[in-house]
């Protein structure tokens, strides 16, 4: 059972910083530290559910309020993004000496500026995480754009955020356009993985596009398809928690041994295996230069089973395949279906049991796949879309004469 409990520090102004540390049950594997959002606090939606989401999966997620924000003292009119790097350093620097130093930085919206700024001062950091976050810390002004004349004018202004009134004074604004945040993404030299949705109305994915830019391999990119920017439907936060913990499976230390190199990367329209070093069998996988995911055996044929084994993303290749040529052919024919399902299984016959097989000695593969279908379809609509699914590409493939060629190079 995971727990949380409250905790406490000193921030970059001096001031005590609340903070919340969520463990997972049992000895972490990793510690990741959060930034949330622009007057936000660490109790937001999107902080509370992706630590939660973590901590399940055996990472603990330290996550605090900025100065002057949530819990935490101070004013937040002496403040600014500056601090804000400071308070992350300090938490930090609190984690290292209290707990352990964070293997992970993630950061929310400007908290995710905040840690690609903070990473090159967190040595022990190998991987770096943000979520919506601005490519230009410059942006973050739009919130009270209507109040820049006046800050500039009298040197602060009252404004509204999120409902609240908050004090903005010049020095905050001067700050923010001194930074460059695409210098400090240049010179990363950590594993980074950014997360972005496409119809983020606050801060436009083209700030995605800018920081993967500028960014070094190895360098990731999940599109977040229809989530808002605060990440406030608890599917959308789970499935970030997710993707971070299968990725920092590749490059944060999850495990009792370290991983002994990044992950190889692969040019659009490949894919690259290669071994990592790690237990008998576990490969790293980057597909197209854009997805890294891990293969690997289970534990009772050798392997550490942190991963899909071969049969597994082959039965994966055709149910994919599957499904999306039967989504395309349903919404083509304005068929009323709500859902499908493939489930795959592969197992080894003997010849002399499948009666329509040309082989009749030994072995054979049998891949089995059930498709379930949701929607008001009728028996002829379902036949329908069990012929459709053997035109997938993939299982046109599986039967269809392959040419492989194998090369030394």
């Known amino acids: 059972m995971t727990t949380s409990e409250k905790v406490s520090f000193p921030g970059a102004l001096g001031e005590t910083l609340a903070a919340r540390l969520d463990l997972p049950d049992g000895p972490p594997k990793a510690y990741a530290l959060w930034a949330h959002c622009f007057s936000c606090t660490k109790d937001v939606f999107a902080a509370s559910r992706v630590a939660r989401a973590l901590t399940e999966s055996g990472i603990a997620v330290l996550r605090f309020d900025f100065t002057g924000l949530g819990a935490s003292e101070g004013d937040f009119a002496n403040t600014n993004f500056s601090s804000n790097v400071g308070d992350l350093i300090a938490a930090a620097d609190w984690m290292r000496d209290n707990l352990d130093a964070p293997a992970m930085l993630l950061g929310h919206s400007l908290g995710g500026a905040a840690v690609l700024v903070a990473a090159a001062r967190v040595p022990e950091a190998k991987a770096v995480i ?18 820049i004349e006046e800050i500039e004018a009298k040197g602060e202004a009252e404004v509204l955020l999120v409902g609240r009134p908050f004090r903005i004074k010049k020095q905050f ?47 990731s990119f999940v599109s977040l398809d229809d989530a808002d920017h605060m990440l406030s439907r608890k599917e959308d936060a789970e499935y970030v928690a997710g993707v971070i913990a299968a990725w920092a499976q590749r490059y944060v230390c999850l495990g009792d041994a370290p991983p002994s190199h990044v992950a190889p990367q692969a040019e659009a329209g490949t894919v690259v295996v290669e071994e990592t070093g790690q237990g008998k069998f576990q490969n790293a996988v980057s597909v197209g230069g854009r997805h890294v995911l ?6 009772d044929v050798g392997g550490t089973d942190t991963g899909p084994g071969p049969y597994d993303f082959l039965l994966t290749a055709l149910g994919a395949c599957t499904a999306m040529t039967i989504r395309m052919y349903a919404d083509l024919k304005k068929l009323p279906l709500t859902k499908v399902r493939v489930t795959l299984t592969h197992d080894k016959i003997h010849a002399e049991d499948c009666a329509d097989c040309e082989t009749k000695v030994g072995k054979l593969d049998r891949i089995v796949r059930d498709l379930h279908f949701e929607g008001d379809l009728s028996d002829e609509q379902k036949a329908k879309l069990l012929e459709i699914a053997d035109k997938c590409p993939v299982h046109k493939t599986l039967h269809s004469e392959i040419v492989e060629e194998s090369r030394v190079v």
């Open 130 to 147: 943000t979520i919506g976050a601005p490519a230009d810390v410059a942006h973050v002004a739009h919130n009270f754009q209507d109040s």
């Open 173 to 219: 604004l001067d700050d923010i356009r001194a930074q460059n945040v695409q210098d400090a993404v240049a010179g990363l030299k950590k594993a980074l993985l950014i997360f972005h949705s496409p119809v983020d109305t606050t801060v436009g994915i083209d700030n995605a596009a800018a920081i993967y830019g500028a960014a070094k391999h190895p360098k």
């Open 294 to 299: 891990l293969a690997d055996e289970p534990a």
